[in-house]
């Protein structure tokens, strides 16, 4: 079976490249039951980025 890594949320707000104009609300781990290929349930973890834009 082929593992893939994702990033983290602190990654993902790296990749954003977001400057002060920008409030991070979230970025956290989220874990959700997914259902495998075979019918088993699956505990896996969301990255979950929310940001607002400030008003200024």
């Known amino acids: 079976m ?3 890594r994702f990033p983290t ?3 993902d707000l790296t990749a954003l490249q977001l400057d002060g104009s920008w409030d991070v609300v ?3 781990l989220r874990p ?3 259902t495998t290929p075979d019918g088993d349930p699956h505990e896996v973890l ?3 980025v929310m940001v607002r834009r400030l008003h200024g």
């Open 46 to 48: 969301d990255s979950v």
């Open 9 to 11: 949320p602190d990654e």
């Open 26 to 28: 979230a970025a956290e």
């Open 2 to 4: 082929r593992e893939y």
């Open 32 to 34: 959700r039951t997914a």
